[in-house]
Nanobody, 116 residues
Framework: VQLVESGGGLVQAGGSLRLACVVSGSTFRFWTMGWYRQAPGKQREFVAGIISGGRSTNYADSVKGRFTISRDNTNNTMYLQMNSLKPEDTAVYYC??????????WGQGTQVTVSS
């Protein structure tokens, strides 16, 4: 299983970015997926998650109302739409695939930098 993130970059506070995570694997549609982030000097933290069918999502309190997670099971892709970005959203963003109870895979990360 390989996960490749894209869409990161530098944006001013209040701006928007859309991250994408393209996943290899024919059973993507059955996997629970998530976005995490890690800021310098801090631990990796949960941002948003989405179950296999895409009908159920959950978010960290810090991003609720600003970020939206979605998935396209036809194209094996997960997205994170980030609006009203704040400097504190600056981090490396990672996508995660939970393919079974015991198996978890991570992407290499994409840098998001929000300037004030």
């Amino acid at each position: 299983v390989q996960l490749v993130e894209s869409g990161g970059g530098l944006v001013q506070a209040g701006g928007s970015l859309r991250l994408a995570c393209v996943v290899s694997g024919s059973t993507f549609r059955f996997w629970t997926m998530g976005w995490y982030r890690q800021a310098p000097g801090k631990q990796r933290e949960f941002v948003a998650g989405i179950i296999s069918g895409g009908r159920s999502t959950n978010y960290a309190d810090s991003v609720k109302g600003r970020f939206t997670i979605s998935r396209d099971n036809t194209n094996n892709t997960m997205y994170l739409q980030m609006n009203s970005l704040k400097p504190e959203d600056t981090a490396v963003y990672y996508c995660k695939a939970q393919t079974s109870v015991a198996d978890v895979y991570w992407g290499q990360g994409t840098q998001v930098t929000v300037s004030s």
